[in-house]
């Protein structure tokens, strides 16, 4: 039986180990933060979460969507007929609400179809924008200043921020400058609106986690807080969504949520946790409902992140800590006040 022997591996070096000192040792070279968050796990979550379905699961669904369909108005076609012919008054008066119910139905589509192109709006926007930013000439940047403009025209709490923006326009002659303008003019005070219901829909599930003794409760409470709080923070980046809308939006937040969940831990949700822990010494429903208002937080910042007509700029993302901060401060004095 034959002995198997391993060779000696021998790595030859470009230069001598004693020639090589920390002065002239190369440097270590730095993580990108953005490549962690680009990881197979945050890959598949987001194609999990936020991609469409595949070609043949869409044809699936829609032939048997066609189906029920068909099978629906052969059945509301045979009722109405054998009612007229029995009952001509009833039948007549079914029709009636048939054509009322469908010109309702027809109202709300419509709608429904806006919601979506305001949406549909607003990523196309902040596209453009990051396009802007990166390219750095000023025409392209003067292009979505005055989309962005256009955008929030008939807002009666912009009317002085734009005009103070229009009077600045004819003096700035650089892209960066041009967007900040624009960005501090319309933005801010929107973002400042944002984070105030974000403040309230934290502070609401703090204090029903806290106050409910049944975590079914507890649950939907969160859920109908969370939602409403999304379509609220839609509204003021001016996207008002219905149905549909809010649905497709509460995904992609949702998706955003998971994507950048490690990161979000890593960073600020840190601290709200451990401030639950600590508070839940002293009282577990309480502490239960600091970290529900946490995550509550955590989906409002990514809710703006996504109807926000620019993406935020490195570290000017609002903190989910200082917001728990104020949502619990505002606990705190309504408590002594009432």
Not at 192 to 206: H, P, W
């Amino acid at each position: 039986m034959g002995e198997n022997r391993s060779e000696p591996l021998v790595v030859e070096l470009p230069v001598s180990v004693e020639d090589v000192t920390p002065e002239t040792a190369p440097p270590v070279p730095d993580v990108d933060r953005s490549a962690a968050q680009s990881s197979t796990a945050f890959q598949a979550t987001t194609l999990m979460f936020a991609s469409r379905p595949g070609r043949a699961l869409r044809w699936a669904i829609g032939f048997f969507s066609a189906f029920v369909v068909m099978t629906a108005c052969l059945a509301i076609w045979e009722f109405l007929t054998g009612l007229i012919l029995r009952f001509p008054v009833l039948g007549w008066l079914a029709v009636l609400l048939l054509v009322c119910a469908s010109i309702a139905a027809v109202y709300v589509a419509v709608k429904e179809i806006l919601a979506l192109r305001r949406l549909t709006r607003l990523d196309h926007l902040q596209q453009r924008a990051l396009n802007a930013r990166t390219s750095d000439t000023l025409p392209q940047a003067q292009a979505v200043c005055a989309e962005l403009e256009a955008l929030y025209r008939g807002r009666e709490e912009l009317r002085w921020q734009a005009a103070r923006f229009t009077e600045q326009k004819p003096e700035i002659f650089d892209a960066d400058a041009m967007m900040e303008a624009a960005e501090r003019a319309f933005l801010s005070p929107l973002d400042r609106l944002a984070e105030q219901n974000i403040e309230a829909a934290a502070r609401q599930v703090t204090t029903l986690t806290a106050l409910m003794p049944l975590a079914l409760v507890d649950v939907i409470a969160t859920l109908i807080t969370n939602l409403r709080m999304i379509r609220k923070i839609a509204e003021i980046y001016g996207g008002r969504s219905g149905f549909l809308g809010s649905w497709r939006l509460t995904r992609l937040v949702l998706a955003h949520v998971i994507a950048s969940g490690a990161v979000a831990i890593g960073d600020d949700l840190i601290g709200s946790f451990a401030g639950g822990s600590v508070l839940a010494k002293f009282s577990r429903k309480f502490g239960e409902g600091v970290i529900n208002g946490a995550l509550t937080a955590r989906v409002g910042v990514a809710a703006m992140q996504l109807c926000r007509p620019f993406a935020f700029q490195d570290g000017a993302s609002p903190n989910v800590t200082g917001i728990m901060k104020r949502a619990l401060l505002g606990v705190f004095v309504s408590y002594r006040t009432g």
